[in-house]
């Protein structure tokens, strides 16, 4: 009996630090109305490579940059064992430069020798992580909305983080998995519950996960989309389509959707008034890739459905700086 009491007391603390670790590091637009956040995506790192030295200096030389209000990691952060090390060696590196980070798996991550839900127990214990498991009964781990509060306090922008999982367990579909429908619907029940706390008025929203949707490919496919950015490879999505594009678009509040997992593609695409777009490939040699690599920036206005992305690949070189919807209009 002391044994069950002190792991329930030992799991009420865990969950109370968690949710400290969270509500000291809130999301908000600063003075000047602005937010800005960094996604580094598909680092890659194998543990005591020297091949992955060029992924530390290049997030190094982003954040001194741009000095972010949010990093965002989009997936395939570890490809290699230890895991808990490898994982660890990169949180520390991040979580010195004491700003708040967030984290979504790709389809690499779990398989290190720990499942994503092991994973993410360790991203939870870092004090400057704001990634918390909303809904862990549903499919993937981390999958969350992330609150930015207006200079005033008010809810004002919403990050959805949601696990794209990794490969396909129907059988006769082969390739990569999709975002299941347990997801599809959390992240619907939570843009209504927006919505109607916004006087019926859809709370300007991104989401960002790893692997790209269906609507990635037939964006690019089709030539009157307007794209800005680096097309060098095939978009790598999934063969079934589970609809989450279409709850985006239904809910009326997802202005821009943000992924990696294609290495050699950073493009940036109007698709039904919504921003598809790559982050640029962050990592070192440890796998393919063909662009230089970097980071994706993206600089949010409160109360503005507008906002502004960009490429940096040093601390000195920016890219491909647009504005959307403005710069995606056909006139």
Known sequence: MKTIKSSLICLLLIFFVNSINAQNHQLKFNSNKKFKIVQFTDLHIKYQDKRSDIAFVKMNEVLIA????????????IYSKPAKKNLRNVL?????????FAVTFGN?????????????????????NVTIDEQPQIN??????????????????????????????????????????????????????????NNGKPLFSLAFF???????????????SSMYGIRREAVCAPKLNSGMFAAFKECGDVKGVFVGHDHDNDFAINW???????????GGNTVYNNIPNGARIIELTQNSSSFKSWIRTSDTNVEQITTFPNDYIKK
């Not at 039904?272 to 962050?282: D, E, I, N, T």
């Open 140 to 197: 993937g781990a981390g999958n969350c909305a992330l609150v930015l509060k207006s200079s005033k306090g008010k809810a004002a922008a919403v990050l959805y983080l949601i696990d794209s999982n990794s490969y396909s367990k129907i059988k006769g579909v082969k390739g990569y998995d999709f975002i299941h429908n347990d997801q599809v619907n959390w992240y619907m029940d939570k843009s209504r519950e927006f919505t109607a706390n």
């Open 92 to 100: 520390d590196f991040i979580s010195k430069y004491k700003i708040p």
């Open 272 to 282: 039904q008034g919504v921003l598809l777009a790559y982050g640029r490939y962050s």
């Open 108 to 128: 690499h991550d779990r398989e290190q020798g720990l499942s994503n839900d092991k994973l993410f127990k360790i991203v939870k214990s870092y004090p400057y």
């Open 210 to 224: 790893h692997i790209p949707l269906p609507e990635f490919k037939q964006a690019i496919m089709n030539q009157n």
């Open 66 to 77: 741009e000095k972010p209000d949010l990093i965002l990691i989009t997936g395939d952060i």
